[in-house]
């Protein structure tokens, strides 16, 4: 299986000089790279307002008093850290493809990935498996170091069994701290998870969704003809179809309509979609897909 | 319509096997996807888990159950009973004697074989052709092989019925020569005749039969019509027949028509006699008319019928009362009153006697009795107890009181003659010459030689009448009409006194004679250059036929025959019975009548069963790439359509 560090130096180092966008800035724990909406002592200053009693003292702009004699605080902002929210869907549809497009192992490099440019600005990156339910979280990665764990993290990860129900485990999932949520599934759930992400975004995160479909399952290869049971993996429920290109044709415009009203739904609710191929190199979808849809900067 | 092989309609039963493979769901294999999620979204309808589905008709079933239909129907061989179509070759006879005349409902026998002959003509296939044979007096061909149908009408139309009989198996004779030259000859006879089974069954082309002719026909015809010449004088003989099946009564009129001259072209026919005359059914009766005007040449019986009669060729009739001035007999005799007696009684002759040495020229016979001949004659004659040394036949003596030992019983002239009872005195010692041939001999002697000495018939009796009691006996006067009949063939009877209409006369002009004049009845006198033997056919019309030997313009004889059709067989119109027209077409193993021909029509069902699959195949695999696996399968499971494949438009993508 292809770990989740299967990443070259080159790869690593454009990595590391990404890092995750976030819109709206939020307060942290800890020190970091972002600035915090809170004011803080950095050296940036950032605005006047007026003293209250119990201000501290030597934040009074004395400058300002002298000219004005009036008191004023100078108020400085705060650097802090972003917590990023990594849920990888580990269900039993993920586990479908081919070598490098199989769903599970692509989207596991993909949450590698977007793990790393997080840690390596200095935020904080938590990880957890969704199916049924939520599966597994792990610990709160903080710091270039805490990679390593995040990879073994990752690498431990196996297919769930039982039936994908993304809008439970997004919900349950909502009452972390505030932070961008990436969201890599294929959402082939009752719904797609839409209540489940709409709770994402009301509990105060940025929700982004990558869509991670095989390309077996955009385009239905030649040995899917005939006459045919589908069995379903999750739920073992089957469906007969004759299977001509009549039929097939049906299915490409399907699936594409589909995804369009998952777009929809996403842009609706200000959550950046991003569908993808699994067949697309992890590499240049990060450095391209990703960053033209602003996941990333 | 009928079914050759109906049994074969079980197999419909193999309906119900394809609408149970429409009713069984189908086996399919197992694929395993990641989520049916998709699929769904293409057929919401989901499908019970059970063996059996929901019947739902559809275009495919019905299309497999019409083609099962029609391949079923194929099987059990469907065919209509039609008129029998006609082959590529065609040849028509069809009949116009005289019954083909008789008057039937609207129009007569021959509109409705006309009818029938334009069916065919109708029915001819494309490219097909015909032969129009009419068979009357002679057969002969009324319209050559054409394709060309309006051509083959106007012949048809252009057919007239003829006064007399057909002949039919010169006419067949005729057709099967012509379809023996085609390929796939045919020849349709249609006749309201009896025809010889063998007649048929000997020709080489397949026959058919197609008979016209109602069932009850009415008719009182004239069949017989001679003059007979007795020592009190001429008397008429006249049969009347009725074919019927009823007893009728008619009236018989007699009439004497002035022969045509140039003076006198529309000279008045003169009442004779009239009587009335009851004919029984199925019968015949007979009236003899004596006290003929002595003046009277030609006669003429018109019959009128009581009521209804379908045949007005056969209600006149014509006989002359002599054929001609006869011939003209010289009889050079010492004195013979039996020879001059008997030669007086024959019809037709005109006796003149001569003595010895006074012989003159210019007749047709000499009679030369106990004389030797003139030197150089060169005429028929007939010689009785010739002289010796009389230049003709060797006579080496006498033989006394001879007993006639044998006669050449084929011997023409020996016809109706009994010499059994004859006795002889004597009779001359005759060697017989290398040109003649004794009929009745005594012994070794000769005693009737007959033969053609340089170009003209010669006759010998070798003893002296009065030597013998044969003019006693009634061979007499026969012996002599054949002797002068032998001499003269021409006025001896070989001119028939009445022929059938259509027949060829033989006409032999008189010696001397340049023109031969034939005023046939109704018409402008024909004039034909003498020959030595002539064939008068254009006798299609019945009546009194006039004939004169004329030289330079002077008329040497006048004479003629009479063209009547007496014939009971064309007079009795009732068809011909079925069973003699069937046997003839069984023998010659072919359909008789029109109507009985069977049309097959398992080619269009298969054709119609073969269609329909082709259609039910492409409305299958519309839209889908065409493969031999899938083809098979088809075949093979007709059931195996799966709801999607059998109609993707109901499957709406929501």
């Known amino acids: 299986m292809t770990p989740a560090n299967d990443f070259d130096e080159a790869f690593l180092r454009r990595l590391e000089r990404l890092s995750i966008a976030v819109r709206r800035n939020r307060a942290g724990q800890a020190v970091g790279h972002r600035r915090s909406p809170a004011r803080g002592s950095s050296v940036e200053f950032a605005d006047f307002r007026s003293y209250n009693v119990g201000d501290d003292l030597r934040r009074v702009d004395w400058n300002a008093y002298a000219r004005l004699e009036r008191l004023f605080l100078r108020l400085y902002h705060d650097d802090q850290n972003a917590t990023l929210h990594l849920l990888l869907d580990v269900s039993a549809s993920m586990d479908w493809g081919e070598g490098d497009a199989h769903k599970l192992r692509w989207a596991r490099r993909l949450v590698g990935a977007l793990g790393y440019v997080a840690l390596s600005e200095l935020d904080r990156v938590a990880v957890a498996t969704v199916a049924g339910s939520v599966v597994q979280r792990s610990t709160v990665f903080s710091g270039v170091r805490a990679a390593r764990r995040l990879f073994a993290f990752l690498n431990a990860q196996e297919t769930a069994t039982g039936v994908t129900d993304l809008d439970a485990a997004l919900a349950s999932y909502g009452n972390r701290a505030p932070g961008p949520a990436i969201l890599v599934s294929d959402l082939l759930c009752e719904g797609f998870g839409q209540t489940g992400m709409r709770a994402l975004r009301a509990g105060g995160h940025e929700v982004a969704v990558v869509h991670t479909l095989a390309p077996d399952e955009l385009d239905p290869g030649e040995d899917l003809r005939g006459d045919l049971r589908l069995v379903d993996r999750e739920s073992g429920k089957h469906r007969e179809v004759t299977l001509d290109e009549a039929l097939l044709a049906r299915y490409r415009a399907g699936v594409a309509a589909w995804r369009e009203e998952i777009g929809r739904a996403c842009l609706d609710r200000a959550i950046a979609y991003v569908p993808v191929s699994t067949a697309e190199p992890l590499e240049a979808f990060v450095l391209g897909a990703l960053r033209r849809e602003r996941v990333v900067a | 319509m009928g079914l050759l092989t109906p049994l074969a309609l079980g197999l419909a039963a193999l309906a119900v096997p394809i609408v149970v493979l429409y009713l069984l769901k189908i086996k399919r294999r197992d694929r395993v996807v990641p989520s049916t999620l998709l699929w769904d979204r293409l057929a919401r309808d989901v499908e019970a888990n059970a063996p059996w589905q929901r019947f739902r008709p559809n275009w495919l079933l019905f299309l497999q159950l019409l083609a099962l239909a029609a391949l079923v129907a194929a099987l059990a061989r469907p065919f209509l009973s039609v008129e029998a179509a006609l082959g590529a070759s065609t040849v028509v006879v069809v009949d116009v004697s005289a019954s083909m005349g008789a008057v039937e409902g609207d129009g007569t026998r021959l509109d409705a074989a006309k009818g029938e002959i334009r069916d065919l003509i109708a029915r ?175 006669l003429r019986a018109d019959l009128a019928a009581g009521g209804r009669d379908d045949l007005t060729v056969d209600d006149t009739a014509w006989a002359r009362t002599r054929s001609g001035d006869g011939a003209r007999v010289l009889l050079v005799t010492a004195g013979n009153l039996f020879l001059e007696r008997g030669l007086g009684l024959l019809p037709d002759l005109a006796v003149s006697v001569a003595e010895p040495g006074a012989v003159a020229s210019g007749y047709d016979i000499y009679v030369f009795d106990g004389v030797a001949p003139t030197p150089g004659l060169a005429a028929p004659m007939l010689l009785l107890n010739p002289p010796v040394g009389n230049g003709v036949v060797e006579v080496s003596g006498a033989v006394e009181t001879p007993a006639i030992t044998g006669t ?214 519309r839209g889908r790439l065409p493969g031999v696996g899938r083809m098979a399968t088809m075949v093979a499971f007709p059931g195996r359509r799966s709801r999607a494949g059998r109609n993707p438009s109901r499957l709406p993508f929501r």
């Open chain 2, 124 to 298: 001819m296939p494309d490219g097909g052709r015909m032969l129009l044979v009419a068979a009357g007096a002679q057969g002969r061909v009324a319209q050559p092989m054409t394709g060309d149908r309006d051509a083959l009408r106007d012949s048809l139309d252009a057919l007239n019925a003829e006064a007399g009989q057909a002949a039919i198996a010169d006419a067949l004779a005729l057709a099967a020569a012509a379809a023996a030259r085609l390929p796939d000859g045919e020849i349709v006879l249609v006749s309201d005749g009896d025809i010889p089974a063998s007649t048929i069954a000997d020709l080489a082309a397949p026959t058919r039969v197609v008979a016209v002719g109602g069932a009850d026909p009415l008719n009182l015809g004239i069949t017989t019509m001679a003059v007979r010449r007795g020592v009190a004088g001429a008397q008429l003989f006249v049969r009347v027949a009725n074919a019927g099946t009823a007893e009728r009564e008619a009236r018989i009129t007699l009439w004497s028509e002035p022969e045509p001259t140039p003076d006198d072209p529309d000279a008045a026919d003169v009442l004779v006699a009239a009587q009335d005359l009851t004919v029984p059914a199925h019968g015949d009766v007979a009236l003899t008319f004596a006290e003929l005007p002595p003046d009277a040449s030609v």
């Open chain 2, 408 to 621: 050449a019983g084929a011997d023409p002239l020996l016809g109706g003659v009994d010499l059994s009872q004859t006795n002889l005195a004597a009779a001359a010692k005759l060697v017989t010459p290398s040109w003649a041939t004794a009929a009745v001999v005594a012994g070794p002697d000769p005693l009737l030689l007959s033969g053609t000495r340089d170009g003209a018939r010669v006759a010998v009796l070798a003893f002296d009448l009065h030597q013998s009691d044969l003019p006693l006996q009634t061979a007499f006067p026969v012996l002599l009409a054949n002797l002068t009949g032998f001499l003269l063939p021409e006025t001896g009877g070989a001119t028939p006194a009445t022929v059938s209409p259509g027949a060829v006369v033989p006409l032999r002009p008189r010696a001397g004679a340049d023109t031969v004049e034939v005023t046939p009845p109704g018409s402008d006198p024909l004039r034909i250059p003498a020959q030595t033997e002539l064939l008068f056919a254009d006798t299609a019309r019945p009546g009194s036929y006039l004939v004169r030997d004329l030289a330079a313009e002077t008329p040497l004889r006048a004479g003629g025959f009479t063209v009547n059709l007496l014939d009971a067989a064309e007079s009795d119109l009732h068809p011909a019975p079925d069973a003699a027209v069937a046997g003839a077409a069984a023998r010659a193993g072919t359909a008789l009548r029109s109507g009985d021909a069977r049309r097959f029509l398992w080619w269009p069902a298969i054709a119609l069963g073969v269609a329909v699959l082709a259609l039910e195949w492409w409305a299958f695999y």
